[in-house]
Nanobody
Framework: QVQLVESGGGLVQAGGSLRLSCAASGSIFSINTIGWYRQAPGKQRELVAVITTGETTNYADSVKDRFTISRDNDKNTVYLQMNSLKPEDTAVYYC????????????????WGQGTQVTVSS
């Protein structure tokens, strides 16, 4: 089992910044990828950004050049730095951890955090 605890959400004005944190614990040897996903009201959950143990990153087109995902292996923590926030970034942000063997193939269990609300006012 892998436990994920997110923090750092909140209310911010458009153009502002937030940094989300995802702390992983438990059987972290079983995963090689941690990602951030988000779900806005009435919409499907979507990928925001992921990072692998090899530091490979992928971003949704909507956040490229504004968001940066990084990791601190000593702390088993992944961060999402969000700059130039827009009202359409408003959503519940979830941290997920899994093992992937290619960008589109996940094997085994996907673990999810409880989510953290990000609200961007106009």
């Amino acid at each position: 089992q892998v436990q994920l605890v997110e923090s750092g959400g909140g209310l911010v004005q458009a153009g502002g910044s937030l940094r989300l944190s995802c702390a992983a614990s438990g059987s972290i040897f079983s995963i090689n990828t941690i990602g951030w996903y988000r779900q806005a009201p009435g919409k499907q959950r979507e990928l925001v950004a992921v990072i692998t143990t090899g530091e490979t990153t992928n971003y949704a087109d909507s956040v490229k050049d504004r968001f940066t995902i990084s990791r601190d292996n000593d702390k088993n923590t992944v961060y999402l730095q969000m700059n130039s926030l827009k009202p359409e970034d408003t959503a519940v942000y979830y941290c997920a951890a899994y093992r992937r063997i290619s960008p589109s193939i996940i094997v085994g269990t996907t673990y999810w955090g409880q989510g953290t609300q990000v609200t961007v006012s106009s």
